[in-house]
């Protein structure tokens, strides 16, 4: 039977997150399942003004669509989208609000006196309707992770199920390993490319390269770093580019580094498996570190360049090895489906 869904996620000016991604798929998959679907997109605001977004989300009417025909149900996604009130409401949780829970030492140590008495507060108040939404407004919380659903029992103690979201719906292919790793990523201290701009200056092999695609603020620091240490002609900075040199460089490489800290899921992993590419992925990586099988569709390592640099030659010097793990990486995607997972989001 068709059901009219809203896929809702909160969403801040010209800052495109994986969630966005996932929730677009989301939309197209309904849509392809038959349902009719549709996004939108609540506010998340700058820092220190998100209490007002929870309450302008709380105010936003999903209950009927512009033609006045009743929402069957509501998929939410982050904070503080999963504020928006249905009776039949899903919420396939991507994170809240990081710096207030697992980042949230983090952030203490860069504030000052005042600040701290202010964001404690603030803090507090969000854990309390974190809390409250999630546990008694919400019909079923989906984790898009282990690493979040132990959060989800850290801070709250809310139950949930995992539900690991497919690749977005690209046109991913194989071809045969080139001699470069590649990454694509927001370029933010977080996601940790410094790890693989400083592991170039351990890769014994001289024929391979590193390919980093994205933006960001770490985009100076990772260039200077990059001459600094001389590498110029082995770690390429190509900014942001459009799809079809994404899905190229993910079908032509030898593998994708992808180590940020403690990620709550990273699309970068199952794009990856998709194009039939090994994950080289860390041990304290969250999400990636749960897909990735060792030894079988990458590696976790340690977050230490050295131990980086190993597997990057140890690949480029068994190409067999990387052509199975690749091989092995897309076996395991392949049963990640779109279909599936609308089967688990919506609400019989």
């Known amino acids: 039977m068709s059901k009219r869904v809203l896929v809702v ?17 989301t939309v197209r998959a309904l849509r392809e399942c038959g349902h009719e679907a549709d996004l939108v997109l609540t506010p998340q605001n700058r820092f220190g003004r998100q209490l007002r977004a929870y309450v302008a989300t709380r ?28 009776p039949r409401h899903v919420c396939w949780l991507n994170h809240r609000m990081r710096e207030y829970y697992d980042l949230w030492e983090v952030l203490y140590a860069q504030l000052g006196f005042k600040g701290r008495i202010k964001e404690t507060v603030r803090r507090q108040v969000i854990h309390v309707l974190d809390t409250h939404l999630l546990k008694h407004d919400v019909t079923k919380v989906l984790a898009q992770s282990e ?6 029992k850290t801070w709250g103690h809310i139950p949930s199920e995992v539900l690991y979201p497919p690749p977005p719906q690209r046109e991913y292919r194989r071809e045969a390993s080139g001699n470069f ?3 694509v990523s927001r370029l933010h201290s977080l996601k940790r490319l410094d790890l693989l701009v400083e592991a170039f200056r351990f890769v014994r092999n001289r024929d391979v390269q590193a390919r980093i695609i994205g933006s960001g603020p770490e985009f100076e620091p990772l260039r200077s770093k990059v001459k600094e240490y001389g590498l110029e002609d082995r770690v390429f900075l190509l ?10 460089n993910y079908a032509r490489c030898l593998a994708v580094f992808f180590c940020p800290l403690r990620e709550d899921y990273g699309l970068v992993t199952p794009e990856a498996f998709a194009s039939g590419k090994p994950v080289i ?68």
């Not at 996620?9 to 798929?25: K, Q, W, Y």
């Not at 105010?59 to 249905?86: C, E, N, W």
């Not at 690493?147 to 989800?152: A, E, G, P, V, Y």
């Open 181 to 183: 790793v590649f990454s």
């Open 147 to 152: 690493t979040i659903r132990d959060r989800l």
């Open 59 to 86: 105010f936003t009417d999903v209950g009927m669509d512009g033609l006045g025909r009743t929402i069957d149900q509501v998929v939410s996604f982050r904070f503080p989208s999963y504020a928006v009130k249905h």
């Open 239 to 248: 900014g942001e580019t459009d799809e079809r040199t994404l899905l190229e």
């Open 281 to 348: 992925t860390a041990r304290d990586s969250g999400g990636p570190a749960e897909l990735v099988r060792h030894g079988e569709t990458g590696f976790i390592v340690e977050p230490t360049p050295r131990a980086i640099a190993l597997r990057i030659d140890q690949l480029a010097e068994d190409r067999d090895l990387a052509e199975t793990m690749g091989q092995a990486a897309f076996d395991f995607v392949s049963g990640m489906t779109w279909d599936k997972a609308v089967q688990k989001l919506l609400l019989p």
């Open 9 to 25: 996620t909160s969403d801040v000016p010209f800052v495109e997150g994986g969630h966005l991604a996932i929730a677009r798929s």
